[in-house]
């Protein structure tokens, strides 16, 4: 595991389809295993202490962080595009799993200089289709999420 070539893992906690490790002189890992067979770095924050053990509740990591004590950090997993991504008539389609409810919006580009929104998703979690009617003639596009801040 890649991401925890400068440290070891000392602790793990599991939340959904996600491992949370304590890692010395990391700090907090996420790794999505949502595949356990091919796991994804998702994310990661550097402790200023040594990270011994680690617990996950909600959207709250705690991490026992050596002479630095008890860190709380607020964990925000990313949107992210799952299979089946595809081209059908009615368009591109596919899906968006949004990890923590919030307020998202859709954004396409031509030519990943110019952005103009697809859709927004207020208030959501969990999977959700994506249908880009548009793209049937388009030569390329381009879709990132947002998190909207209120």
Do not use: K
């Not at 925000?76 to 008539?89: M, Q």
């Not at 919006?105 to 880009?132: A, F, K, Q, W, Y």
């Amino acid at each position: 595991m890649a991401w925890l070539a400068r440290g070891r893992g000392v602790g793990v906690a599991f939340d959904g389809h996600y491992a949370y490790v304590a890692a010395q002189y990391v700090g907090l890992q996420v790794i999505d295993m949502s595949n356990p067979a091919n796991p994804r770095w998702v994310g990661s924050y550097d402790t200023p202490g040594e990270a011994r053990a680690i617990a996950v509740a909600g959207n709250y990591a705690y991490v026992a962080d050596g002479p630095w004590g008890l860190q709380i950090l607020r964990v925000h997993l990313p949107p992210r595009f799952e299979p089946p991504i595809r081209l059908t008539p009615e368009g591109f389609e596919a899906w968006l799993q949004i990890p923590d409810t919030g307020d998202y919006r859709i954004e396409v580009s031509s030519d990943l200089c110019t952005r103009e929104p697809l859709m927004t998703l207020p208030n959501h979690t969990g999977r959700v289709r994506i249908l880009d009617r548009v793209s049937i003639n388009a030569s390329h596009r381009f879709y990132r999420v947002v998190a909207i801040e209120l």
